[in-house]
């Protein structure tokens, strides 16, 4: 419990790793799904047709994967958050033991969990396992930034997250293994005076909460340095 899994993409991720991560979760876990980084704003028909249809592939994606750590279909359920109420929503998440947080467009998953369904203290405040994806990841930090190659704006940004994580370190995702790209992560980390941890689609890490340590890293470590 209490520990956060910091991937780029689910369906991506390196055997080994997916070994690690079977470590923490456990196969009777009860998994609540917010998938809420959807791109732009829909009726609750199209967030239920279309979106995430329970027959849909980006449904199954998220099913498949957790199926890895041995969570039957049964013990995966999603919060709808046009059609739930704040309470019931928070009802689900206190009683899960896994969240999961899914990829997107984390702008938007930041205003549903913030503003428009205010849960924002249940999710900082959840004491069971959290699986970040993608713009999950990044929303667990208390300050996150998007590379111009992952912003839905073409450009270099800063965001508040939830502060799930406030430590002397941030992730990237999606991280691309050239100089020029390292490089410029190496800039950023100055700028924001934080170790970045860059994670590739095939990577994780594993970061426990309760005593602010990371228990599994395979991305690219990146400390913060005044030589560059």
């Known amino acids: 419990m209490y520990y956060s899994i910091l991937v780029s993409q689910v369906d991506k991720i390196g055997k080994e790793e997916n070994e690690e991560i079977k470590k923490y ?3 009777f876990s009860k998994v609540l799904i ?3 980084a959807f791109a732009k704003e829909m009726t609750n028909d199209e ?3 279309n979106y995430f249809n329970i027959k849909g592939e980006r449904y199954r994606r998220y099913v498949d994967f957790l199926s890895k750590f041995g969570i ?3 013990n995966i359920t999603y919060a709808n958050c046009y059609k739930e109420t704040k309470e019931e929503i928070i009802d689900k998440i206190n009683n899960s033991d896994v969240l999961l947080l899914p990829g997107g467009n984390p702008d938007m998953f930041f205003n549903k969990v913030v503003y428009d369904k205010e849960i924002l203290y249940s999710i900082k405040n959840y004491k069971g396992d959290i699986i970040g ?4 990841a990044v929303l667990h930090f208390r300050k996150y930034f998007l590379t111009i190659e992952n912003s839905y704006k073409n450009c ?6 939830f502060g799930i994580i406030d430590d002397d370190f941030v992730a990237d995702v999606h991280t691309i293994n050239t100089e020029d790209y390292i490089n410029r992560l190496k800039n950023i980390g100055n700028e924001m005076e934080k170790n970045i941890y860059a994670i590739t689609d095939s990577e994780a890490i594993i970061y426990n909460r309760k005593n ?13 340095t005044t030589d560059i």
């Open 25 to 27: 979760i456990k196969s």
């Open 34 to 36: 917010l998938p809420w």
């Open 47 to 49: 967030f239920e047709k």
């Open 72 to 74: 039957e279909k049964q």
């Open 133 to 136: 994806e993608s713009a999950g």
């Open 156 to 161: 270099l940004e800063y965001y508040n997250g």
């Open 212 to 224: 602010k340590k990371i228990e599994y890293n395979c991305a690219i470590n990146l400390p913060k």
